[in-house]
């Protein structure tokens, strides 16, 4: 078997105008499994199209760990919601001072 390569419209593009029907038969039976392994990519690539315009609340307590990922992904937005998160929590849980503090900080940086 052929070493897998990525499958994209370049390589599909590439390989149809070469038309050596050998390489197009191993193509298609690599796209084919390709397709199997991984589903409609169309499909999910709308799912995360959706997610990344709602950024969700991380669903775990808010304590030092989900912050301290937080913190280290450096993901603005990941980093705003989590900031809102943590003080709409803060009026419960009166340790998140300085996890606030954290996160501010690290916006600031950005």
Do not use: W
């Amino acid at each position: 078997m052929a070493p897998s390569r990525v499958l994209y419209g370049v390589t599909i593009s590439d390989t149809i105008k070469r038309g050596d029907p050998a390489e197009l038969k191993a193509l298609l039976k690599e796209a084919k499994a390709t397709h199997k392994a991984q589903g409609d990519l169309a499909k999910q690539i709308d799912k995360i199209q959706v997610a990344m315009k709602k950024p969700r609340v991380d669903p775990r307590p808010l304590y030092g760990v989900p912050i301290s990922d937080a913190l280290k992904r450096g993901n603005k937005a990941e980093l705003t919601a989590l900031l809102a998160q943590a003080k709409a929590t803060r009026k419960n849980q009166g340790d998140l001072a300085k996890a606030i503090k954290n996160l501010e900080g690290a916006l600031k940086s950005k």
